[in-house]
Each structure stands twice: as C-alpha cells, then as structure tokens.
C-alpha cells in the first residue's frame, strides 16, 4: 500500500493529468482568442477613437512586442519562483491588463494596456508549458500535447466571428471582457490541481543579457511600428530605431561569446535549427500580417460588417485545424525538405490571391480560398515547429525552445508593422488619408513573395532532415 501511494504521488492518474493540461490549454485559447477577436474589432475601435485604422497597430504589436521580450525570462521566473505561481500570477496580469484594455479611451492608453496583458502572455503559456512538462508523465506526453494544441487552433476558428458578432451587435469592450471569467477559472483550478513543481537546479539569472535584449528589442520592434503613426515625429522614431538596432547588435556579440544567454544563439551553429528558425521567421513575416489586412480589406476596403467579416475570415482557422490530421501523413511520405520548400512556395502563391476579392467575387470563392491557405500555412507552419528541434540535444530543447518561441512572437510583430508600412506609403503616394480597397493588393503580393524568399534558407536542410522526428512518431504506438 504504501508503494502504491508513492507511485500515485510521483505519476499522476491519467484523469488528474487531464485535468492539468485542460487548466494549462485555457490559457492558451485565451491568448489566442484575444488576438484574433481584436483583430476583427480593429475597423470599428478606429472609428469610435477617431484614428487610422492603421494607428490601431500599435494595438496588435504592442502586445506581440511584450512576448517577444519576456518569454526569454519566463523558465528562469517558473524554476525560481515554482511554475504553478507564476501560471496563477500571469493569469491575473493578463485578467487586469483586459480590463484595463476594456475601460481604454485613447489609441495610447489601450497599447500601454496591452503591454501589461503581453506581459501576463509571455509568462502564462510559456510557463503552463513548462507545468505540462513537469507534470504529465512520459507515458501521456504525447496524448497530452495533442490535446494541448487543440485550443491553439479553436481560438483562430472561434475568434473571428466572436470579435465580429460582439462589435457588430455589442461594444468591442466586450472582446476584453470574456478574458476575466477564463482567468479567474484557471487560477482557482491551478491552484486546486496544479502541484508546485521547481526545478531541482536554479541557474543565476542573465541580467545583462536581458538588459540588452529587452529594450533592443522593444526599441527595435516600436520604433517600425510607430513609422507612420500620426503625431510620431519622424526623427524621434528614427533615433528609437538605431539605438534598439544598436542593443541588439550588443547582444548578439554578447550572446555569441558563450552559451546559455536568454537567447542562445549558438543554437544557430546547428544546421536544421539555423535553417527552420531563419527560415521560419521570414515565411511568418509575410503570411503573417494577413489576420491583421483581411478584416480591414473586407471592413474598411469592401464594406463588409465585422460579423460577415468574421465569418469569412474564420475558414482559415478551420482550415489549420484540418490540416492538424493531415500533416504527420504528408511529412512521412514526402519529407520535411521537399515539403517546406514546395509548400512555401504553394502557401505564398495562395495568400495573394485575397488580392483578387477587390473584384468583388462570390464569398463561396473568398471561403474556399482562405480555407485552402488555412490548410497550407498550417502544414508549413507544422513543418517548421519539428524540424527546428530535429537535431537538439535533450539539455538544449529548453533554449531552442525559448529561441524558437521569441522569434516567432517577433516575426508577427513585424509581419504587421510591415504590412502596415506598404499601406501607408500607398496612401502617401496616392494622397488618400482613408484606405480603400485599391490599396490592398500590392499588400498582399510584396508579403507573399517575402514569404517565398524562405526558401532561400530552407533550401540548406540535407535531404533527410527530420526523419529521426519521424521515425519517432511512427514508433510511438507501438
């Protein structure tokens, strides 16, 4: 008897497990929900501040902005405080930083309140990650992590038409609002099933790394965002920009002359991660700015309400969660080489063709051509999160990991900034201080052939890169 309650301390039942993963996933549908729900209000938030839409950036980046320079932070906080404190602690940031997002009366108050929700971000997914991890026994990791990744694709199917029917048929202070129930749940079901797991040995924390990396970032990544934003005085954004270029620049020599940093750079020294990493970022740069320019395009260029909008622009969500069964049969019988190669070449051909609904087609043909793109850019997408840790030795999985997750918070940031940038020089050049379905096509075009020129680095994956994953997975049943 008494051996078998030390087993049940030590291994979790399968039911407790399941409970673990389902608090650790509210999160994470929170998170994603929140971005694609307040990309839909974005039309209507402008017009009740009397912006730009363009000005509402700030909104999305601000927050992208705030995970890209805290989640390098998040596993040193998790192993020093207790992962289940930090998960409880960053739910109620992000709670607090929702209401305050709610009760905003200005473009700069609601980015200043979207820092601190970014804050609760990069430490609650990342952390409830390392909770899973620690938690989950080996032998339902796996059961685990599906069942984990299914709220990360039911907030992009859901948001959408949930952003679009609260803007449309109630206030956007209500897209804030749903955040607080979800937060106030998980905690109180973190702290009733969640145990307190540390990790048996605490690093000294990278002070000067993140000293340099924090604010090169946020400098680097704010002074792009605010290119344009009325009321940014050109000469202040540009002083921002080189000093965050030049921090960054500080940190990459800093990090290069040891391992360890919050970024660990020497990571790039390994081929497959160098390539999927690099290549990732470029491919995610582009394609990703389309959440942000189709409901603009189809709010502010073609007239739609935030609700049709949103029922349209959900079918590419529906489309990743399709390709979620699909992807390990397609990688197996063609490789991950052959299919980041061709597939980012299919999956940027396919996300100009939203350049085309200017002509006004039949929304049966905007679906079905998101829904496709929906279904290549999550197999790339998919591709590329397995391929980067294909040659990662078990004691760097946690750095590639952090590596992996900043650079990938980051490239949404710029995808929009950039995407932004193209329209705002359009409408400079045209003398239009309105936008107008004319100007999103070019767009859409120059971040689809971004996206291609991925393959410029995916190309120097070997032939074989990946099998190992493969070989992996297919041995797992058995």
Request: a positive charge.
């Amino acid at each position: 008897m008494q051996k078998r309650a030390e087993s049940t301390e030590t291994e979790p039942p399968k039911a407790r497990t399941a409970v673990v993963v389902l608090i650790v996933a509210i999160s994470l549908f929170m998170q994603n929900l929140d971005g694609t729900v307040l990309s839909t209000a974005i039309p209507t938030m402008a017009r009740e501040f009397r912006v730009n839409p363009l000005d509402l950036k700030l909104a999305l980046t601000a927050y992208l902005l705030a995970l890209a320079i805290f989640i390098p932070a998040s596993g040193w906080v998790a192993d020093r405080f207790g992962a289940r404190n930090v998960f409880c602690a960053a739910m109620v940031v992000f709670a607090v930083g929702s209401i305050a997002c709610a009760l905003s009366q200005s473009v700069l108050q609601i980015v200043a309140c979207r820092v601190l929700q970014g804050i609760g971000g990069a430490m609650m997914v990342p952390v409830g990650r390392i909770v899973v991890l620690r938690v989950v026994p080996r032998q339902e990791f796996v059961g685990a992590m599906a069942l984990l990744s299914i709220p990360a694709l039911l907030g992009p199917i859901s948001g959408p038409p949930l952003g679009g029917f609260i803007t449309t048929y109630a206030t956007w202070q209500w897209i804030f609002w749903i955040n607080v129930p979800f937060a106030i749940l998980g905690v109180v079901l973190a702290l009733i099933f969640i145990p307190d797991v540390k990790a048996a040995a605490q690093s000294s924390f990278d002070f000067i790394g993140f000293a340099l990396i924090g604010p090169g970032l946020s400098m680097l990544l704010a002074g792009f965002s605010l290119l344009g934003v009325d009321g940014a005085g050109h000469w202040w954004v540009g002083v921002v920009i080189v000093v965050g270029a030049a921090l960054v620049a500080a940190y990459i020599r800093y990090a290069l002359s040891r391992s360890g940093g919050l970024i660990d750079l020497t990571l790039l020294n390994i081929p497959s991660f160098r390539a999927g990493i690099v290549g990732g970022f470029i491919f995610r740069v582009g394609l990703g700015a389309s959440p942000f320019l189709l409901p603009l395009l189809l709010q502010e260029g073609l007239g739609f309400s935030a609700f049709h909008s949103g029922m349209i622009t959900f079918v590419t969500g529906l489309g990743a969660l399709t390709m979620k069964t699909l992807a390990p049969r397609i990688l197996r019988r063609f490789g991950f080489r052959s299919v980041l190669l061709n597939n980012a070449v299919l999956a940027s051909v396919l996300a100009m063709v939203p350049a085309l609904f200017v002509l006004s087609p039949p929304v049966w043909m905007m679906i079905v051509a998101l829904f496709v793109g929906g279904l290549l850019r999550s197999l790339q997408f998919t591709s590329l999160s397995i391929v980067v840790f294909s040659d990662i030795s078990e004691e760097q999985i946690s750095r590639a990991s952090t590596f992996s997750a900043t650079l990938q918070e980051m490239s949404g940031a710029v995808g929009i900034a950039v995407a932004a940038i193209i329209l705002e020089l359009i409408q400079h050049f045209r003398g239009s201080e309105t936008l107008a379905a004319s100007q999103f096509p070019l767009a859409f075009v120059l971040l689809s052939l971004l996206s291609i020129v991925s393959i410029l680095e995916l190309r120097k994956l070997a032939p074989n890169a990946g099998e190992s994953m493969l070989a992996h997975k297919e041995r797992k049943p058995g």
